[in-house]
């Protein structure tokens, strides 16, 4: 990966963590979904006042309404299902000011994980999981850029050499 300042590495390895926390699960289980419905309501619930105490409450209605328990529900039962059976690629992204991260499984063990800069690929690393609670971050030249460890809840981020990383 590309050397950059202190501060930038710190979010940058930050946003890295979040996405591969996201990533876990697809990886984990053969036909978990992208949760198309879900995401639509939770993207409606973002966009609905700049403010995070009126989503927050907006999000509090659509909970006791039930509306984001039927858009899982939906989702489990009918689209993820249908992304299983159909083969379709499974994507998973998070994205803020402009920057956005997405992870896409390759296969059972490893996936990519994009870094976007206002729409354009800035970085690329490959994700390997070597165990249920154990992963490796490669950079696209190959080189050994991270490992991440699950153990009892808690995620553990270090870099090539093992030095842990604060979150």
């Known amino acids: 990966m590309k050397s950059v300042g202190t501060d930038s590495l710190r979010r940058r390895t930050r946003r890295l963590a979040l996405v591969c926390l996201l990533a876990l699960t697809p990886m984990l289980v053969g036909c978990y979904g992208t949760f198309p ?3 639509t309501v939770y993207n409606f619930n973002g966009e609905v006042h700049p403010n995070r105490v009126v989503q927050s409450v907006v ?4 909970l006791i309404l039930p509306v984001y328990e039927i858009a ?13 059976w159909t083969g379709r690629t499974r994507t998973l992204s998070a994205a ?4 956005e991260m997405k992870i ?9 994980l ?8 800035a970085d690329q690393a490959r ?12 950079a696209t030249d190959g080189r050994l850029c991270g ?8 995620l553990t981020v270090t870099d090539e050499t093992g030095r842990p990383l604060n979150l």
């Open 127 to 138: 994700i390997v999981r070597l165990s249920p609670t154990s992963f490796q971050l490669y």
């Open 104 to 112: 896409e499984p390759v296969n059972e063990s490893e996936a990519v």
């Open 72 to 84: 899982t529900l939906v989702d489990v039962f009918g689209f993820n299902i249908i992304e299983s």
């Open 147 to 154: 490992h991440m460890q699950l153990t009892d809840g808690k």
């Open 96 to 99: 803020a000011d402009g920057h």
């Open 114 to 121: 994009s870094y976007f800069i206002d729409g354009r690929l």
């Open 37 to 39: 419905a879900t995401r």
């Open 59 to 62: 999000m509090w209605g659509l």
